[in-house]
T-cell receptor, first 112, second 115 residues
Framework: DTAVSQTPKYLVTQMGNDKSIKCEQNLGHDTMYWYKQDSKKFLKIMFSYNNKELIINETVPNRFSPKSPDKAHLNLHINSLELGDSAVYFC???????????FGPGTRLTVT | AQKVTQAQTEISVVEKEDVTLDCVYETRDTTYYLFWYKQPPSGELVFLIRRNSFDEQNEISGRYSWNFQKSTSSFNFTITASQVVDSAVYFCALSEEDGGFKTIFGAGTRLFVKA
C-alpha cells in the first residue's frame, strides 16, 4: 500500500524520443506536483495541480506536458527528449498546497 | 520573492556528536510555512516537520529539534547524538501565500556521520 507511486523507476532513452512517467497517490490528497532534481541535488518545482486543475506552471519547456485524469493521478509526458532532461523526476502529493508533501520514489531519466 | 538559503553545503561529524543544520529564508509574506525534508542515500524524500509562520514554538521529536526564529528568519535543525543512519541530504523549504503557496527548496545540506 504505497502512498505515492511512480513508474517507471528508471528510464533510459535516446535524444529525440518521447516518454511518459506516471504517478498515482492513494492518500486522498487534493494537490499533486512534479519536481526535477538535477545531479547537484537541487530540487525545482515544475508543475502543481489541485483537483485536476493546473495551478503552478514554472518556466518549463513546453516539451513537458503534465496531465491529470483525476485527482489521484498526475502523469508527465516529455517530447523530443534532450540530454539536459537527464535528472531524477519526483512526483509528490499533499492535502493542499500549505501542507507537507509526500514524495514518490523518483524516476531516474537518462537521455543518451 | 521567496528564497531559502542553506549555507552549509556539507557537514561531517563523528557519531554521537550534535549537529545543527542552518536554514535562512526570505519572504515578504506574513503567512508562510516552513518544512524540513530528509533524502537518505537511497534517494527517497521524507518529510520531517512543518511549521507555520504564526507558531514560533520550538519542536523536539526524539533526537531531532527545530528552532524557529522569525527575528532572524531562521529555521534551524539540530540532531542530537548523531548516528550513521542520519547521513543524508537535508532540505529546508518555504511555501508562502503570495506565491500561491509554491514550495521553494533550499540547495540542501549533505550530512555525513562517521562511525
Amino acid at each position: 500500500d504505497t502512498a505515492v507511486s511512480q513508474t517507471p523507476k528508471y528510464l533510459v532513452t535516446q535524444m529525440g524520443n518521447d516518454k511518459s512517467i506516471k504517478c498515482e497517490q492513494n492518500l486522498g490528497h487534493d494537490t499533486m506536483y512534479w519536481y526535477k532534481q538535477d545531479s547537484k541535488k537541487f530540487l525545482k518545482i515544475m508543475f502543481s495541480y489541485n483537483n485536476k486543475e493546473l495551478i503552478i506552471n514554472e518556466t518549463v519547456p513546453n516539451r513537458f506536458s503534465p496531465k491529470s485524469p483525476d485527482k489521484a493521478h498526475l502523469n508527465l509526458h516529455i517530447n523530443s527528449l534532450e540530454l539536459g532532461d537527464s535528472a531524477v523526476y519526483f512526483c509528490a502529493s499533499s492535502l493542499d498546497s500549505t501542507y507537507e508533501q509526500y514524495f514518490g520514489p523518483g524516476t531516474r531519466l537518462t537521455v543518451t | 520573492a521567496q528564497k531559502v538559503t542553506q549555507a552549509q553545503t556539507e557537514i561531517s561529524v563523528v557519531e554521537k556528536e550534535d549537529v545543527t543544520l542552518d536554514c535562512v529564508y526570505e519572504t515578504r509574506d506574513t503567512t508562510y510555512y516552513l518544512f524540513w525534508y530528509k533524502q537518505p542515500p537511497s534517494g527517497e524524500l521524507v518529510f520531517l516537520i512543518r511549521r507555520n509562520s504564526f507558531d514560533e514554538q520550538n519542536e523536539i521529536s526524539g533526537r531531532y529539534s527545530w528552532n524557529f526564529q522569525k527575528s532572524t528568519s531562521s529555521f534551524n535543525f539540530t540532531i542530537t547524538a548523531s548516528q550513521v543512519v542520519d547521513s543524508a541530504v537535508y532540505f529546508c523549504a518555504l511555501s508562502e501565500e503570495d506565491g500561491g503557496f509554491k514550495t521553494i527548496f533550499g540547495a540542501g545540506t549533505r550530512l555525513f556521520v562517521k562511525a
